[in-house]
């Protein structure tokens, strides 16, 4: 839910790697943060987090909800 305080795009990033693991809550925050500003460190993160999910390094988990309905 989104009664919490936003965090960051990079704390979020960094706490998907770490876990190995993309929320749909984190995905969605993402989303909403990268409709707005967001500077150049934040759009690094981004990158890396893309990098670290194409590696298989981090799961996501609306990627295994889509694959599990199909």
Known sequence: M???????????????????YLSL?????????????YDFEDFQAI???QDAAMEG????ESRELLQKSS
């Open 2 to 20: 989104m009664s919490q305080l936003m965090v960051s795009i990079r704390e979020l990033v960094q706490e998907a790697i770490a876990s190995g």
């Open 57 to 60: 390094r981090v799961r996501q």
């Open 47 to 49: 990158l890396e987090l």
């Open 25 to 37: 809550d984190a995905e969605n925050q993402l989303r909403q943060q990268l409709a707005t500003k």
